[in-house]
């Protein structure tokens, strides 16, 4: 059974930085494609970034050069590092393998 639980999640003020952890069971994270999504409040789920089995990475224009996405595989999880932050990123972030999906955890970027 696989398993996704994200944290990390929570209020920011413009330009600052959050980590978002996902903790993966039941399969390997250096063997499956890992991606984090958001969903903003009335839009659809988007691709923020995405990592391959060999590592291979590849992140939405938006995010290029903010946000920065690894795995760990000696804990099995996966983090999306997110630097810079603005209003705009405020959205659910959801992590991603295959046809499993996490339950979210919020992101808020306010002053």
Same mark, same amino acid.
């Given at each position: 059974q696989v398993e996704l639980v994200e944290s990390g999640g929570g209020l920011v003020q413009p330009g600052g930085s959050l980590t978002l952890s996902c903790a993966v069971s039941g399969i390997s994270v250096n063997l499956a494609t890992m991606g984090w999504y958001r969903q903003a409040p009335g839009q659809q789920r988007e691709l923020v970034a995405r990592m391959n089995g060999v590592g291979g990475t590849n992140y939405d224009p938006s995010v290029e050069g903010r946000f920065t996405i690894s795995?760990?595989?000696?804990? !099995?999880?996966?983090?999306?590092?997110?630097? !810079?932050? !603005?209003?705009?990123?405020?959205?659910?972030?959801?992590?991603?393998?295959?046809? %499993? %999906?996490?339950?979210?955890?919020?992101?808020?970027v306010s002053s």
């Open positions: 795995r760990d595989s000696a804990v !099995n999880t996966v983090s999306l590092q997110m630097d !810079n932050l !603005n209003p705009e990123d405020t959205a659910v972030y959801y992590c991603n393998a295959g046809p %499993w %999906w996490g339950k979210g955890t919020p992101v808020t």
